[in-house]
């Protein structure tokens, strides 16, 4: 079974499951806030895969900087996809979507909005820590 396949069987239960060599890490955080724990953590995520429920392009900058190298979405926005493929990750999708909404279903979601139109992972990356701090306000 793939580290793709693992983590997709485990998600079951989870906001996200990442895999590599039969080894997991779950978490069932909301948003892009799992990710963003397992970047500050110091976790090294080279050559996992992942598996989450909603990937749009914040989600696949963090997969990109962490070097996740395949990604499963339950939901995966155009904008997420575009940034996946761009950066050469394997990816799967039970659903394709035009964009992430917000909990409220009022919007946009803030973390897409955020890096709507910043193409650099870095950059990115610093103003998606910047807008997740001033949410958690």
Same mark, same amino acid.
């Given at each position: 079974m793939t580290d793709l396949q693992t983590a997709k069987n485990n998600l079951e239960g989870h906001t996200i499951c990442l895999c590599k060599n039969g080894k997991c890490l779950y978490s069932n955080k909301k948003g892009i806030s799992p990710m963003m724990d397992f970047i500050e953590s110091d976790v090294d995520l080279k050559g996992y895969s992942a598996?989450?429920?909603?990937?749009?392009?914040?989600?696949? &900058?963090l997969f990109i900087k962490s070097g996740i190298i395949k990604v499963f979405a339950k939901t995966l926005s155009l904008n997420g996809k575009n940034t996946l493929e761009k950066y050469g990750i394997i990816y799967e999708y039970e659903t394709?979507?035009?964009? &992430? &909404?917000?909990r409220d279903g009022t919007d946009i979601c803030p973390m897409e909005k955020a890096v709507m139109e910043i193409d650099d992972i870095e950059k990115s990356?610093?103003?998606?820590k910047s807008k997740l701090k001033e949410l958690s306000r």
């Amino acid at each position: 079974m793939t580290d793709l396949q693992t983590a997709k069987n485990n998600l079951e239960g989870h906001t996200i499951c990442l895999c590599k060599n039969g080894k997991c890490l779950y978490s069932n955080k909301k948003g892009i806030s799992p990710m963003m724990d397992f970047i500050e953590s110091d976790v090294d995520l080279k050559g996992y895969s992942a598996a989450d429920l909603i990937v749009g392009k914040a989600a696949a &900058i963090l997969f990109i900087k962490s070097g996740i190298i395949k990604v499963f979405a339950k939901t995966l926005s155009l904008n997420g996809k575009n940034t996946l493929e761009k950066y050469g990750i394997i990816y799967e999708y039970e659903t394709l979507t035009e964009k &992430i &909404i917000n909990r409220d279903g009022t919007d946009i979601c803030p973390m897409e909005k955020a890096v709507m139109e910043i193409d650099d992972i870095e950059k990115s990356y610093q103003v998606l820590k910047s807008k997740l701090k001033e949410l958690s306000r």
